[in-house]
């Protein structure tokens, strides 16, 4: 892409806003500006935070001591054990060591630092210290007061202290890890605010580091600004419940918590588009800014305030967004978009991709009533304080979302995926299709798996071809720019429909080669038929390569007549992909039909080291089945994938 058709689309997609506000932050940090306004070893104030043991009123502390933590399972039951071993599970994946601790090289101020440290991603060494895992601890402490917990806590962040100078290494880096850091110690802590491990020394070291994560966080809100995502959400909450926590122990902290709401606020307007969908585009991202605002209205609460009513209207949307394609037997969403591994607030969760909590409290909290009847899922409910009539549930089928367009119903539901861009794209996955089934995900998403990997894996997972849709000549749908960046958006325009159970969009020129993709999604008796109609410009005499792609779950499988079986204990689905050309009606053959398991070709000729690969969080993959169909052919061509789903012990 050349650079005047570069720069036209960064105005035209990202808006000038936001290029000023990036522009604005990178003059400031290669001048050294933020350097000398970031010292190593943080600011030295004038007048010392005036501290006495008990003088900070955690108000946080009333929401450990009025839960009643009766689930004796899921994600936090298990890590307060791990922890009491000095093991934890970063991204709520496979265990490891609990160390805060940098390895032994010279530490340079936060700047330096971008997306690797010590050759690996940098976020393996953020994860540990954004202290999440801390909130295992004082849940475990609110169910049984043993000094146990406490203990690891500020013995954790003294190691911290000690091995992260303020405002040098890696783990300054990022203002969202910073804020997010101080978050969790204030929540944290407020548990273990009468136990004797809380000494008058750690609170009063607490409270200065705290004071010390707000200087950082104020300095680069400029780059928060310009994401236009959950960064700047996280600093925001950060400035208020960072503010509010030090409260008359420090002059700044009431223009901290103002500053906080209003940039929260306005964030939360401009990011919600008006049918709900998320800035971030991701069923992960969508979460954690549904947790950043329940903690955000909470606080509110604490302070007699009302949530001005255009926030409240788009965090109602954005509920019903998720609320709609959440599968009510485990709580999953399609994997949709980035999926960094992010569980701001992990109560009651069965699993990590467990969105039943969220869904909720946020119902609760942003639509008026419970979506769910009482159940383990009701922890982050009880634990934020939310009142509610458990009689005056809301109907899940009656749950609409114009952002979200499925056909089916809870025993087999499809939804096809067809969107505006109004803010910058995370995957190229227009027209992708998620399948369900007696609550299994049939066809699915691969997820993320690492930003920061040695080829392919720098976030391999967001192109076209991973995802369940047609890829044309090898290309993706979007311009890639960067790892995180697409312009020429590929924009969805939805088509009218009168056969039922029927929903149907269009990209009408597939990155810029002039073929339009229409695909139709339809529920039938037995399954569900998917429909792709490839169509090049009248004059296109060129013959075009098309690759239709299916992700399907690690099943037992055969492929005999053209038609590939899955199987799973009583269950079958038969998949069987056929196409024609409509103009003269003859059937198409095939270039290739492949499988592939985890980058290994088990049929055919594909060979592709990203597909066979599913990343259900951050860091981890396993495998998947890649089935992939290819045609080259010049006019027009319409692909059908019927979908017929067995149930055997009928």
């Known amino acids: 892409m050349n650079l005047p058709r570069k720069l036209f689309l960064l105005i035209k997609e990202i808006g000038v806003s936001d290029l000023v506000s990036y522009t604005r932050y990178q003059l400031e940090l290669r001048s050294g500006w933020l350097k000398r306004r970031t010292p190593p070893g943080g600011s030295h104030p004038k007048r010392e935070l005036l501290l006495e043991a008990g003088v900070i009123d955690n108000t946080w502390h009333e929401n450990w001591h009025n839960s009643r933590f009766s689930y004796r399972g899921g994600l936090l039951q298990e890590e307060a054990k791990l922890l009491v071993r000095g093991r934890y599970r970063p991204f709520f994946g496979a265990e490891e060591s609990l160390d805060l601790t940098l390895p032994s090289l010279p530490m340079?101020?936060?700047?330096?630092?971008?997306?690797?440290?010590?050759?690996?991603?940098?976020?393996?060494?953020?994860?540990?210290?954004?202290?999440?895992?801390?909130?295992?601890l004082a849940r475990a402490y609110a169910i049984s007061p043993d000094d146990t917990f406490p203990e690891i806590f500020w013995e954790k962040v003294e190691e911290f202290n000690a091995s992260n100078p303020v405002n040098v290494g890696p783990n300054w880096s990022s203002a969202q890890e910073v804020a997010l850091r101080a978050v969790n110690w204030i929540l944290t802590s407020s548990a273990f605010q009468h136990s004797p491990s809380s000494t008058r020394t750690r609170q009063e070291n607490l409270s200065r580091s705290i004071a010390q994560h707000i200087e950082r966080v104020l300095q680069t809100l400029n780059y928060a600004r310009a994401q236009h995502n959950n960064h700047l959400l996280s600093e925001a909450l950060g400035l208020i419940i960072g503010g509010t926590y030090l409260g008359n122990s420090d002059p700044r902290a009431v223009d901290w918590v103002n500053q906080g709401i209003?940039?929260?606020?306005?964030?939360?307007?401009?990011?919600?588009?008006?049918?709900?969908?998320?800035?971030?585009?991701?069923?992960?991202?969508?979460?954690?800014?549904?947790?950043?605002?329940?903690?955000?209205?909470?606080?509110?609460?604490?302070?007699?305030?009302?949530?001005?009513?255009?926030?409240?209207?788009?965090?109602?949307?954005?509920?019903?967004?998720?609320?709609?394609?959440?599968?009510?037997?485990?709580?999953?969403?399609?994997?949709?978009?980035?999926?960094?591994?992010?569980?701001?607030?992990?109560?009651?969760?069965?699993?990590?991709?467990?969105?039943?909590?969220?869904?909720?409290?946020?119902?609760?909290?942003?639509?008026?009533?419970?979506?769910?009847p009482p159940g383990n899922w009701n922890e982050l409910t009880a634990w934020l304080g939310l009142e509610y009539n458990p009689q005056d549930a809301i109907n899940l089928d009656s749950i609409f979302s114009p952002a979200v367009h499925q056909v089916g119903n809870t025993q087999g539901r499809g939804s096809l995926r067809g969107v505006r861009f109004h803010n910058r794209p995370a995957h190229a996955d227009q027209?992708?299709?998620?399948?369900?089934?007696?609550?299994?995900?049939?066809?699915?998403?691969?997820?993320?798996?690492?930003?920061?990997?040695?080829?392919?894996?720098?976030?391999?997972?967001?192109?076209?071809?991973?995802?369940?849709?047609?890829?044309?000549?090898?290309?993706?749908?979007?311009?890639?720019?960067?790892?995180?960046?697409?312009?020429?958006?590929?924009?969805?325009?939805?088509?009218?429909?009168?056969e039922p159970e029927t929903i149907s969009a269009i990209l009408r020129d597939f990155n810029r080669t002039g073929i339009g993709h229409q695909r139709s999604l339809a529920r039938g008796i037995v399954g569900f038929c998917v429909t792709d109609k490839l169509t090049p410009k009248g004059n296109d005499s060129a013959s075009h390569n098309y690759c239709l792609h299916w992700l399907l779950p690690?099943?037992?499988?055969?492929?005999?007549?053209?038609?590939?079986?899955?199987?799973?204990?009583?269950?079958?689905?038969?998949?069987?992909?056929?196409?024609?050309?409509?103009?003269?009606?003859?059937?198409?053959?095939?270039?290739?039909?492949?499988?592939?398991?985890?980058?290994?070709?088990?049929?055919?000729?594909?060979?592709?080291?990203?597909?066979?690969?599913?990343?259900?969080?951050?860091?981890?993959?396993?495998?998947?089945?890649?089935?992939?169909?290819?045609?080259?052919?010049?006019?027009?061509?319409?692909?059908?994938?019927?979908?017929?789903?067995?149930?055997?012990s009928h």
């Not at 509110?300 to 409240?312: D, E, F, H, L």
């Not at 985890?598 to 951050?618: F, I, N, P, R």
């Open 108 to 136: 340079q101020h936060w700047s330096v630092y971008s997306n690797e440290f010590d050759n690996t991603d940098i976020k393996l060494t953020w994860e540990p210290a954004r202290f999440t895992w801390s909130l295992a």
């Open 262 to 372: 209003r940039e929260f606020e306005q964030a939360i307007i401009e990011q919600i588009d008006d049918e709900g969908n998320y800035s971030q585009h991701s069923a992960n991202y969508h979460r954690m800014m549904l947790h950043l605002a329940l903690l955000y209205e909470t606080c509110v609460r604490k302070t007699g305030r009302n949530s001005p009513q255009p926030v409240k209207e788009k965090l109602s949307l954005a509920t019903r967004w998720l609320i709609s394609q959440l599968e009510p037997t485990n709580g999953h969403l399609p994997n949709l978009g980035h999926n960094d591994g992010t569980l701001l607030l992990p109560f009651g969760c069965a699993d990590y991709r467990d969105y039943r909590p969220v869904a909720q409290a946020a119902a609760i909290a942003f639509l008026g009533k419970p979506c769910f």
């Open 431 to 498: 027209l992708h299709v998620d399948i369900w089934w007696h609550g299994l995900n049939l066809a699915r998403d691969a997820g993320t798996y690492l930003y920061n990997a040695p080829p392919p894996w720098q976030n391999g997972l967001d192109g076209t071809r991973v995802h369940n849709t047609v890829t044309i000549d090898s290309r993706d749908q979007m311009q890639r720019v960067s790892r995180f960046l697409w312009l020429d958006q590929a924009q969805a325009t939805w088509l009218k429909t009168d």
């Open 554 to 648: 690690d099943w037992q499988w055969q492929v005999e007549d053209g038609v590939l079986s899955l199987f799973y204990e009583n269950l079958r689905v038969n998949l069987l992909v056929e196409a024609h050309n409509p103009q003269t009606n003859e059937k198409i053959r095939h270039d290739d039909m492949s499988i592939i398991r985890a980058d290994k070709t088990l049929s055919g000729q594909c060979e592709d080291e990203l597909l066979g690969w599913e990343s259900e969080t951050y860091g981890e993959k396993h495998p998947a089945l890649s089935f992939s169909v290819t045609y080259t052919c010049v006019g027009p061509l319409i692909i059908t994938s019927e979908w017929e789903l067995i149930d055997e």
